[in-house]
């Protein structure tokens, strides 16, 4: 799959992508600093899944709908790598096939998904 890391996710999480065989773009590795929509721009143009911790993604998907490829939101208590990892591994092996075209909010122990609505 192909994905783009924002830069608050981090590089660790990138580099286990990788490590998984999937096609990554880090934006801590090229391209620290990008704006929120710059980089949801650049995951579309790309045709790339976001992954996040930053809710402000949210508010641009739903909101002031903007386009997206598909959308991993992590909302964690444990903000360390190594749960970043363990979550997305998860929900890797139960949801990779639903990944694109959905915005996915994640917990330690929940996941909520929404379909992107058609939009004109």
């Known amino acids: 799959m192909r994905f783009l890391v924002d830069e608050c996710t ?3 999480v990138a580099r286990w992508l990788v490590q998984q065989h999937h096609d990554v773009v880090s934006v801590f590795d090229e391209m620290r600093g990008a704006d929120d929509k710059e980089v949801i ?3 579309c143009e790309q045709n790339r899944i976001l992954i996040t911790n930053d809710k402000d993604f949210g508010e641009l998907v739903f909101k002031n709908k903007k ?3 598909g959308l991993i939101l992590l ?6 790598a190594a749960n970043k990892i363990a979550v997305l591994k998860n929900v890797l092996e139960k949801y990779e096939n639903s990944l694109p075209g959905h915005f996915f909010v994640v917990t330690e122990t929940t996941v ?3 379909s992107i609505e058609k939009r004109k």
């Open 10 to 12: 981090g590089p660790a």
């Open 75 to 80: 909302r964690l208590e444990d903000e360390r």
């Open 112 to 114: 909520r998904i929404r």
């Open 67 to 69: 386009q997206h490829k």
């Open 41 to 43: 721009r650049i995951a």
